[in-house]
């Protein structure tokens, strides 16, 4: 039997209850002693009964209701007779439900999704304890119906997929890899506090004047760059006539609304150099060139008349260095595991979290040290979403994040959540600040788009924006040799110093110039996170791991995430490169 004094700060956790509610966790205790129960398994008896009485499953429970619970519940659970028992290994190497909550939700006549009798479950291959974290012994499994609407019903087609657990892509030595547990502790901190967006700000009230001024300020300080870096003696004036070879920069624009191509490029110079003058440039004696709208360059060249300005050399961008491990970084002989997955999190055909479930319960199984989730969580372009009633978008997320945060702190995991413009009860604009949230702790981080973070001394790079494809769908490019255009295009990040180096941005991207600082790239990140609606990816750009995980969901079906391992085998390269330490999957949902 349990002592009668059950700990006060159990029921608090699990049942989201503050010192106000004295009397309802006293009954609990009652409750719990009485019928021998844990205080997950009270909780477990709870969340069933709210189903069955049509409940939203964060109602907190009050002594009427508990009193109704026992009555109807618990007093008979405790009077039936025992059911037949089955012989069980006394050491039992595989457990699918260790909550027991199959057998709690059956008492209420309520089928849990995927329900398989549980003699038809497959066996696990039991792991080694050595070397696992300290980890709560009685993690639940994980319910899509304890975030999701009551209306919900589960998506269809991706119930019935086939392809679960596939993997269709690989970096690295992945056989070598450690992706089990161990015992390494995780520290998530930004990089730079001074470059970190931490809280929402005032938007819509964007001056012109201003944006102009921070326009030509990057203009400015690219060319400055670029200069040094070159050894130009003097910037020219964009338009001024000259028979001999001159060097001007300025912002890569073009002259229609269309997409840009070679015979609708300008050039715009800024106000110290050029006036901010604009001229059409002739490409047509290079021929290999990567071209985008926002972009600033250095051009070598001649203009003969004034009116175009014909091209010899084009000068991109500047090099960026890779910071070397920070102090904090982990042990030599270490490792850390990582998962990853960019929304959608919900199929087109339901607005039940089946998806971010799944995903969910394999970090259960996985045990990573920190899980990134990156938007949108609640997206705007969700038909099902578009017409929800009955809850405001603000309480279904803190609804959903309660249940990410129940699961981080049973694993010790930590869950990091960056917002997309497409998040509909989140400010769209970018950079964009962090959820605002209620659910607090210390293993869920609530981070900007984008955003620089130094995690156990290797610094991240993250973005949810599709930057690209937003830049695929612009460029200009030309090439006598064939090039990856993933790399090409990450390449313009790290050369125009900018996680979003476009402009103009399409319609739903709503940069804020006056705080564009927070969107800057100082340095290059040993992982960059990029997702993507193009296919799936892990690449080394410039010694630089590069990752696009997919989506995790498509459509009406299940996309991809990705798993990574980074190891420290291996010390660091030269440079700061930890790409041979890496090891990484992306794998079907």
Not at 41 to 56: I, P, R, S, V
Request: aromatic share 8%.
């Amino acid at each position: 039997m349990l002592e009668e004094k059950v700990i006060f700060e159990d029921f608090k956790s699990k049942f989201q209850l503050s010192e106000k509610n004295l009397d309802v966790i006293e009954k609990l205790q009652e409750l719990a002693v009485k019928y021998d129960l844990q205080a997950s398994d009270l909780h477990d008896h709870w969340l069933a009964f709210l189903m069955t009485k049509n409940h939203d499953p964060t109602t907190e429970p009050t002594v009427e209701m508990l009193l109704i619970l026992q009555r109807e519940v618990l007093a008979k659970k405790s009077s039936a007779p025992p059911k037949s028992q089955i012989q069980k290994d006394p050491d039992p190497v595989f457990m699918t439900d260790p909550s027991g909550l199959e057998d709690i939700m059956s008492m209420y006549n309520v089928k849990t999704p995927n329900h398989v009798p549980r003699d038809k479950k497959k066996p696990h291959t039991p792991e080694s304890a050595v070397g696992k974290r300290s980890l709560s012994a009685n993690i639940s499994v994980i319910r899509a119906e304890m975030y999701s609407p009551k209306s919900a019903t589960p998506p269809r087609i991706f119930k019935d997929r086939k392809n679960a657990g596939e993997s269709v892509f690989t970096f690295g030595d992945i056989s070598a890899a450690t992706l089990s547990d161990s015992n390494n502790e995780c520290l998530v901190e930004p990089f730079d506090p001074s470059l970190t967006l931490n809280g929402s700000f005032k938007f819509m009230f964007q001056k012109k004047f201003n944006q102009a001024e921070t326009l030509n300020y990057q203009i400015q300080e690219m060319s400055e760059k670029l200069q040094e870096l070159h050894g130009f003696e003097s910037l020219g004036h964009v338009s001024c006539p000259t028979q001999e070879v001159v060097t001007v920069a300025g912002r890569i624009c073009c002259d229609n609304e269309g997409r840009a191509n070679a015979h609708t490029i300008l050039l715009e110079g800024s106000r110290e150099t050029s006036a901010g003058k604009c001229i059409p440039l002739d490409l047509s004696e290079i021929k290999d060139y990567s071209l985008f709208p926002g972009q600033i360059v250095a051009v070598d060249g001649v203009n003969l008349t004034g009116k175009r300005f014909l091209v010899k050399k084009i000068h991109e961008g500047v090099k960026m260095f890779l910071p070397s491990l920070i102090p904090k970084s982990p042990a030599q002989g270490s490792s850390l595991n990582v998962m990853l997955a960019a929304g959608p999190f919900l199929t087109t055909d339901s607005l039940m979290f089946e998806p971010l479930t799944e995903l969910l319960n394999i970090c259960r199984e996985e045990k990573p040290h920190f899980c990134i989730l990156l938007g949108p969580f609640i997206d705007d372009e969700h038909e099902g979403i578009a017409n929800l009633s009955g809850e405001t978008y603000k309480k279904m997320f803190d609804r959903l994040t309660q249940g990410i945060q129940n699961v981080a702190e049973q694993l010790r995991c930590h869950m990091i959540l960056v917002p997309s413009h497409r998040d509909i009860h989140s400010i769209a604009t970018y950079p964009q600040p962090p959820f605002e949230s209620e659910n607090r702790s210390k293993f869920m981080h609530f981070v900007s788009n984008p955003s620089l973070l130094n995690i156990n001394g290797i610094l991240f790079g993250i973005t949810s924006t599709d930057v690209i494809f937003h830049i695929s769908n612009s460029e200009v490019h030309s090439s006598t040799v064939h090039t990856n255009r993933f790399k090409r295009i990450i390449h313009h990040l790290f050369s125009q110093q900018s996680f979003y180096p476009l402009y103009p941005p399409p319609e739903e991207i709503l940069i804020s110039f006056d705080h564009f600082e927070y969107f800057q790239l100082p340095l290059k990140p040993h992982i960059l996170i990029v997702p993507s609606q193009f296919r799936y990816f892990v690449l080394d750009v410039d010694d630089c791991c590069c990752v696009n995980p997919g989506t995790l969901t498509k459509g009406e079906s299940g996309g991809t995430y990705a798993r990574m391992n980074i190891t420290m085998q291996k010390q660091p390269a030269q440079n700061g490169s930890i790409i041979e330490n890496i090891a990484a999957q992306v794998i079907r949902i």
